[in-house]
């Protein structure tokens, strides 16, 4: 059996202008990275933002567990089939992160025969868009420090400032240090650390902004801290956000790369989902709306975390709405969440797949509850039995579901044309039910914290660090109390422990942080142990990662 890589570096690549074509862009409106690649210029982009919105559907998946469930690659698989049965589709995913790349997560251009390609340049440095981000944000660090260190105006309060700095690799070590040690000529002494570029307010910027205009915008209202007497400090006092938006300025234009099969892919922007939105930027989906018929787009892991916050914050400040949501499941995750050890995946168990489709059934209640019809993808392992596929069919029947087994890991979109079909069933029709979101602007902010726990996790209660329900408050009387609330907290579980599989409820969520993104224009709120900068496994996947005798990467994946 071929590996990710190797099926991706045996697939023929069309040229990157013919991709184009297909949406209607024009070769002389890209900026070619290489023969397979490109960006998309923001004059064109401009040129069609009047033009109708074509559908968007939106791909989300129960609680990831290390059995898999395939995100990204239905995702691909969708769009690909979407194609094959005569539809204009086009895809948008979030690019890659070094950290999980080199981490346990491995890379996120899909899997099999449904990827996006060239995948070894997608899943590493890529255009430089992580990289310019990177350098953003860390220009403002240097620039609050150095306008302390001249004692320019407005004078700033060193111990008072908040901005971290980041990094695009997990690296547990620079989560928490001291600064500026050596004397005087190296600045000041101060309690400092990094967060992980893809948890970066900057990152969140990037992907909630609509144009040039808006991205520098945004990135002026950005909080770096407080001055004596509480009052919040922006970005603008020591004049960073010009510089900020030039770094950013050819990042922010879309990248148009393909899948094996040659559908146009719009991989744009990574925010992650259990630390930050966890949406593609809106640039990306907006072209790709009013250029394709269909959109297929993904959230980050599960529905808990992802497609909340894609429904919550991204469709709440866009007047986006996806008109579709397919939900991916495996056997295998089922079964895990049914109690079954990883290394027991593959025996059959329907007992187990019983137990687990608790999951499976509160993730499809959770997607209803925003009025969007969802369909489940259920992707196919080698391992399924007969009796276990028909046991999940028989499920989400039961539950008034519809559910389709799908193979295009191995089969490419052909292996998804049944999922296409029903999707493209909801999308022909007339819309059942609104769109809405789960809680109005001007709900309390810690109303809206309970709202989340309660809705969509299932808790029973919500306890708030004493520092954090004053912080909230202190964001309402601030004039922040309307903005949408971003939970971080760990991906494996409905509840902040990621040992409770399945279907937990009636847990406590525990609030430890809350923290001001006012140019991202959300409130983050800190759960339980999750960390913004993450470290690396006992074995991580970088141990494996090498160039063989002909110069060619090995271990990818």
């Not at 089939?81 to 895809?91: P, Q, T």
């Not at 999940?392 to 979109?413: K, P, R, S, W, Y």
């Not at 708030?464 to 907290?489: M, Q, T, W």
Request: aromatic share 6%; glycine share 10%; proline share 5%.
């Amino acid at each position: 059996m071929l590996s990710d890589i190797e099926i991706a570096r045996a697939s023929k690549l069309k040229p990157i202008a013919e991709i184009a074509a297909k949406l209607g862009i024009p070769a002389d409106h890209l900026v070619p990275h290489g023969k397979h690649i490109a960006k998309i210029e923001h004059d064109f982009i401009r040129s069609v933002k009047d033009r109708p919105r074509g559908k968007l559907v939106l791909v989300t998946a129960i609680t990831p567990t290390p059995a898999g469930e395939g995100k990204t690659t239905t995702t691909v698989g969708l769009g690909d089939a979407l194609n094959r049965i005569g539809r204009k589709a086009a895809i948008c995913l979030r690019e890659p992160s070094l950290g999980p790349c080199f981490g346990v997560k491995g890379g996120a251009a899909g899997g099999g025969y449904s990827q996006v390609v060239p995948m070894e340049e997608i899943n590493l440095h890529f255009t430089g868009d992580f990289h310019a981000i990177t350098s953003a944000h860390n220009l403002l660090s240097a620039m609050i420090d150095n306008h302390i260190y001249w004692g320019n105006e407005p004078k700033l309060d060193g111990r008072r400032m908040t901005w971290r700095r980041v990094l695009d690799m997990n690296d547990r070590m620079l989560r928490n240090q001291i600064n500026g040690l050596g004397g005087n000529g190296n600045g000041f002494p101060k309690e400092d650390g990094f967060d992980i570029t893809v948890a970066s307010e900057v990152m969140a910027v990037f992907c909630l902004a609509k144009d040039l205009h808006d991205l520098e915008a945004r990135l002026s209202r950005i909080v770096i801290g407080e001055t004596e007497k509480k009052e919040f400090i922006t970005a603008e006092a020591v004049a960073a956000p010009g510089a900020m938006a030039v770094l950013l300025k050819d990042a922010l234009q879309p990248n148009l790369v393909q899948t094996l099969e040659g559908s146009p892919a719009f991989v744009h922007g990574g925010p992650f989902a259990n630390i930050a939105h966890g949406c593609n930027s809106v640039i990306a989906t907006e072209t790709a709306l009013h250029l394709a018929d269909i959109v297929v787009t993904e959230a980050g892991f599960g529905a808990d975390l992802g497609a909340e916050k894609f429904m919550d914050i991204k469709c709440r400040k866009t007047g986006l709405a996806p008109d579709a949501v397919a939900i991916v499941a495996t056997i295998r995750a089922l079964k895990m969440h049914g109690g079954v050890a990883k290394e027991d995946l593959g025996k059959e168990n329907v007992a187990a797949l019983k137990a687990g489709f608790a999951n499976l059934q509160r993730h499809i209640e959770n997607v209803s509850k925003f009025g969007v019809e969802a369909v489940v993808g259920i992707n196919r392992f080698g391992s399924d039995t007969d009796a276990e596929i028909d046991m999940l069919l028989t499920l989400c029947n039961d539950i008034g579901v519809e559910a389709v087994l799908c193979t295009h890991f191995a089969e490419g979109g052909k292996g998804a044309e049944g999922l296409a079909r029903k999707i493209a069933g909801i999308l022909d029709r007339p819309r059942r039910t609104p769109f809405k979101v789960l809680y109005p602007d001007d709900m309390p902010l810690h109303q809206k914290v309970e709202t989340i726990a309660r809705e969509i996790y299932r808790a029973g209660g919500v306890e708030f660090d004493a520092k954090v329900h004053k912080r909230l408050s202190d964001f309402e009387a601030k004039g922040f109390g309307h903005l949408p609330i971003c939970v971080a907290k760990t991906q494996s579980s409905f509840s902040a422990d990621p040992n409770k599989k399945g279907a937990p409820s009636g847990h406590i969520l525990p609030v430890r942080e809350a923290r001001l993104s006012a140019g991202a224009e959300f409130i983050v709120v800190i759960c339980g142990d999750i960390m913004t900068m993450p470290g690396l496994p006992k074995v991580p996947a970088a141990n494996h990662i090498r160039l063989d005798a002909d110069g060619q990467i090995v271990g990818l994946s």
